[in-house]
């Protein structure tokens, strides 16, 4: 199993919204860096949901992959904003996976902690905090959750 963040503007699709609707398609992701953590996501990795553009930004619950990557079909929308008429079904360019609601932290970690937090130094969060979806550590992982008054998993 592995561990990911994945951001999410909570006024877009907070992590109240995916606990209404149980799962989700993670479409949209434009950066091919992310996209490429998101074709190596396997069935079962868990989520780090992280919340941007908020003050401060916070990891504010979990989810879990359901389904592995297959294309985003926003791609091939010419009405979708997320549209790419540079991109085919013969030959996709965006890829996505699906996640689920697991939980929701009663006390969200925010960045300004996560960057304080010295085990989490050489967190991907920490070095590059543009980037959407991104690795984590097991050892992260459970830091975060520790952080957050959380149990384990």
Do not use: C
Request: proline residues 7%.
């Amino acid at each position: 199993m592995n561990y990911w963040l994945m951001k999410s503007e909570a006024d877009v699709y907070s992590i109240d919204d995916l606990a209404r609707d149980g799962s989700t398609m993670w479409d949209g992701v434009r950066n091919y860096q992310a996209r490429n953590h998101m074709k190596n996501m396997k069935k079962g990795d868990i989520v780090l949901y992280y919340h941007s553009r908020q003050k401060p930004s916070a990891v504010t619950g979990i989810a879990r992959v359901v389904r592995e990557s297959y294309p985003d079909p926003t791609q091939f929308d010419p009405d979708n904003k997320y549209f790419d008429p540079k991109s085919s079904e013969d030959d996709p360019r965006w890829w996505l996976v699906d996640v689920e609601f697991v939980r929701k932290f009663d006390d969200p970690v925010g960045l300004p902690d996560v960057k304080a937090e010295k085990g989490l130094a050489e967190m991907v969060l920490v070095k590059n905090s543009r980037l959407s979806v991104q690795p984590v550590r097991k050892a992260e992982f459970e830091q975060v959750l520790k952080m957050a008054g959380e149990p384990p998993l």
